[in-house]
């Protein structure tokens, strides 16, 4: 007598099984996204713009910046048919066109990073300062709160006296220490909210340490509000940078739209109708924060239901 044996019934890993909770995760969040015109107008600009990026060198060679190759060039010329030259130039008969387009490097760079930067310590102090209790947690509450009160261009002076350079990467090490304290703020105030929900307290009972419960359950809980803070923290600080290179507060070397704005000032590029110095790469500024607010407010609305279902 013969016994039909049923065929083995493959289960599926672990892994398997959160790669594939992550496709569908990230698959609903595109078509959320999708559905708002004015994040994907946001984004269709910060592409726009990071292209532009990408191909400045190939677009328009180093000499086009280079005052002493271009000493024979009229300063402020108006606009020209020549494509090097569509902006016209600028107080040193340099392209204000290939100037915009290099200068959107530096921009996004340390928008970036610095905001990347900020986003790490500022989760990093918000969820210890609302995690812990007692000495610790307060002295993280009070360090944000001291933050919080400094000037800014105050604190940027002394923070580039004392590391004693102007250099770009100096410049995303001092934005991005005065940028976290709003994230921690935000971070803390979540973190409050997630210690308050049940599973909290069984974790603790289970003997989770402090660090798994951080880790694996508080941290995935703020990490959509932190995603949408950063992208709103990017365009404060591309204008915290425009604002220092317009205080010649960064190096003068470094092409940048805030340096280009300081240049058109110092030189009376408005007195002497020289337009398309002054505009565009205010306009530029203008754009690119425009971008990542629009961005961010749409990631605050697909990641948190309680705004999308307003």
Request: aromatic letters at 10%; one cysteine or more; glycine letters at 8%.
């Amino acid at each position: 007598m013969t016994t039909d044996t049923a065929p083995a019934v493959a289960i599926p890993s672990v892994r398997a099984i959160r790669w594939k909770r992550r496709q569908v995760a990230t698959t609903r969040f595109v078509r959320a996204f999708s559905k708002h015109r004015s994040g994907l107008f946001g984004v269709g600009i910060l592409l726009f713009f990071v292209l532009v990026a990408i191909s400045a060198p190939w677009l328009f060679p180093d000499y086009l910046l280079d005052p002493n190759a271009n000493l024979s060039n009229p300063v402020y010329a108006p606009p020209s048919a020549d494509f090097y030259y569509w902006m016209g130039t600028d107080d040193l008969g340099r392209s204000v066109l290939a100037e915009l387009a290099w200068g959107a490097r530096p921009s996004l760079v340390v928008g970036i990073l610095a905001s990347i930067m900020a986003m790490i310590i500022g989760t990093l102090v918000g969820i210890a300062s609302g995690h812990f209790r007692g000495f610790f947690g307060g002295s993280m509450e009070r360090l944000t709160d001291w933050f919080l009160v400094l000037p800014f261009v105050p604190t940027v002076i002394v923070l580039q006296a004392v590391l004693g350079e102007t250099t770009i990467w100096i410049t995303v090490v001092v934005l991005g220490i005065t940028s976290w304290p709003g994230t921690a703020r935000l971070v803390r105030a979540q973190t409050l909210s997630v210690e308050a929900r049940p599973y909290i307290e069984r974790a603790k009972v289970l003997g989770n340490s402090d660090w798994a419960q951080m880790v694996r359950h508080i941290l995935p809980n703020v990490m959509p509000l932190v995603i949408a803070n950063t992208t709103l923290t990017v365009a404060i600080v591309i204008l915290s940078m425009t604002t220092l290179a317009f205080l010649g507060l960064l190096d003068p070397n470094l092409i940048s739209w805030g340096g280009m704005l300081d240049s058109a000032d110092a030189t009376g590029a408005a007195l002497q109708g020289a337009w398309w110095f002054l505009i565009p790469p205010g306009l530029c500024v203008i754009a690119v924060v425009l971008a990542f607010t629009l961005i961010g407010r749409t990631l605050e609305v697909v990641l948190n239901p309680r705004l999308g279902s307003n």
